[in-house]
């Protein structure tokens, strides 16, 4: 958010899952979390009249995402490497897809 400030009254949680029961449970409240965990108890907006939907994520249509990121402090290696590795194949992305997540995806145009 670059040099804007987050007001001090903003709850900042540590899961989607908190967040996801927080603003169920206040109707003036708005929260980001995965699509994937989306459900009944709470609704995705629309952005600039379009829905957040994985294809529309996938497409960079719905331009409010956030990557998930593995970080090491040097080159992985060993186990580190191998879940790397199985998250990037064909079956851990088939397994991300299943669990409502988006697959790995190029950079949005």
């Known amino acids: 958010m670059g040099s804007t400030l987050i007001t001090p009254k903003a709850l900042v949680?540590?899961?989607n899952g908190a967040v996801r029961q927080l603003?169920?449970?206040d109707p003036s409240a708005i929260g980001f979390i995965s699509l994937g965990l989306v459900d009944?108890?709470?609704k995705a907006l629309r952005l600039d009249?379009?829905?957040a939907t994985m294809d529309n994520v996938a497409s960079g249509s719905y331009g409010l995402f956030r990557p998930f990121l593995f970080?090491?402090?040097s080159a992985?290696?060993?186990s580190a490497l191998l879940f790397i590795d199985y998250v990037l194949s064909a079956a851990?992305?088939?397994l991300l897809e299943h669990e409502g997540l988006i697959p790995r995806m190029e950079e949005p145009r």
Request: hydrophobic share 35%; no cysteine.
């Open 13 to 15: 949680q540590d899961s």
């Open 23 to 25: 603003v169920s449970n």
């Open 40 to 42: 009944a108890s709470v």
């Open 49 to 51: 009249g379009v829905l």
């Open 71 to 73: 970080v090491a402090e």
């Open 76 to 78: 992985p290696s060993g």
């Open 92 to 94: 851990g992305q088939q």
